[in-house]
């Protein structure tokens, strides 16, 4: 038998060569795009500029409940706590205890609930109102559910900055003289009890850190000279 081979143009070989060992190289589309803030946001942050201060980058952190691997002893706290009451008030129920000694266990009741589940509902809620900013001049948090209030970080004396990315490009920026500690605190009032300041949970996280050191750097290049 007579095999015969065709043979494929130099100019098609390096082509088809040229895309199929560009294959790899293609980076995958970062999904978790930062999306623009709701009006009302973005009008209480602007007012909250200063004159002569530009916004270079603003954004909110990932909405929705959070889970992360230091909850979990707290959790099975809360589940122990929870257990542990739901079984005292249905043995005082049972035992015909009169019903002021049973209502006693609802306080503790509620507490293992938020504990074990309120907590993260709450956090989602303050996340959704939270705002993160960095201008020309400072890092900002917009913060409260109801209360709003309103922390900043000048940019002439920034601290120590850790800088925690994922594989999906989302991370944290974690601002304060303990920032290697900032993954251990949960709650923006435990990192504000240990001076600590964070951009919890962002999209691009890298990008945002560039904005922060380049702002940084501009700051520190208009400071007068004192000689």
Known sequence: SITTRHRMPATVLVL???????RPCRRKENKLIQEPLPQELDLEL???????ERL?????PRAGIVFRLTDLFTLLFGLF??????????????AGAPILFVAF???FLLVGIYITAGRFVVEALQRKKMVYAVTNQRLMVLQGIWNRSVHSI???SLPEIQLITKR??????????LAALGRSYRSMGRMAAFGLTAFDNIPNVRN????????QREVVDYLPDES
């Open 16 to 22: 088809h060569c040229g895309i199929w060992f560009s």
């Open 46 to 52: 602007r007012s909250e500029l200063t004159g002569g």
């Open 56 to 60: 270079l980058w603003s954004g909110r």
């Open 81 to 94: 706590w929870l257990g542990f009451v739901v079984f005292w008030i249905l043995s005082a129920y049972r």
């Open 105 to 107: 266990g609802i306080p």
């Open 154 to 156: 000048n940019l002439r």
């Open 168 to 177: 999906d490009g989302s991370g944290s920026i974690y601002i304060g003289p």
């Open 208 to 215: 945002v850190h560039e904005v922060i050191l380049r702002a």
